[in-house]
């Protein structure tokens, strides 16, 4: 009796340390200047949810569209996530964010309290959440780039809570689909992009034109100085496009 006892408890402390080893797939996951979780087990979606020790100090955060291969749908967490709230950023004053993660769930909170300081937003998409720039009434000296045309529209209509300003660097998935935007005048451009994702096909490049005949340098290429119409349109926008091949 005693010996069916013992193997009993053994047998209960052997999966006991199995399950515990195998972790919580919803346990947060360190990955470079990010913090997330995995809140969709059959759809392989990650929420971020944090900032590395890493991220904290960076002065520019680049929100990854892919992570560890997992596709990023929220930031912030929600309840019934762990480390339920906000996604606070307190230090980096460049933030840029892909088009395939504008329309998530949004929940940030920028905590930068010094009236001098700029903090610059890079928003590539033409839809997204207000929550994902500081607003204006918060931190007087935000600054929000757009594509163009999404600028006119929104400096036209009553919004009145973004300082928005037309990007000249557009990157594009195909030749519609706009995926990410910079702003640089005589210099290289400020970032490389995350890469980008698309189902079926291997990212290969950057181009400069749609046939994927010139390589953009990014070493090597200067942005030319802003150029404006009549109507202060932008004219010169530097349009760079990513290339597929098919798996």
Excluded: H
């Amino acid at each position: 009796m005693k010996k069916c006892l013992l193997f009993l408890l053994v047998t209960v402390l052997i999966l006991s340390l199995v399950a515990c080893s195998d972790g919580d797939p919803y346990d947060s996951v360190v990955s470079g200047d990010f913090v997330y979780t995995q809140w969709d087990m059959s759809e392989a979606e990650i929420a971020i949810i944090g900032l590395s020790d890493e991220g904290k100090v960076k002065d520019t955060l680049i929100f990854p569209s892919i992570l560890d291969g997992f596709r990023v749908t929220q930031i912030g967490s929600t309840f019934g996530l762990n480390n339920s709230g906000p996604l606070r950023i307190e230090r980096a004053n460049n933030i840029y964010f892909a088009n395939s993660i504008i329309n998530v769930n949004t929940s940030i909170e920028y905590l930068q309290n010094n009236d001098e300081i700029i903090i610059n937003v890079y928003l590539g998409g033409l839809n997204f959440d207000s929550r994902m720039y500081a607003w204006t009434y918060n931190i007087p000296n935000s600054k929000v780039y757009l594509e163009e045309s999404l600028y006119f529209d929104l400096v036209n209509s009553e919004v009145i809570y973004g300082n928005f300003i037309a990007a000249n660097i557009e990157y594009y998935t195909d030749e519609d689909t706009l995926y990410f935007v910079d702003n640089a005048e005589g210099t290289l451009v400020n970032v490389i992009p995350p890469i980008p994702y698309k189902a079926g096909y291997e990212f290969a490049g950057w181009f400069k034109d749609t046939n994927y005949n010139q390589p953009f340098k990014f070493d090597e290429e200067i942005i030319p100085m802003k150029q404006f119409d009549g109507e202060n349109k932008l004219l010169n926008i530097t349009k760079i496009y990513a290339k597929w091949l098919e798996i």
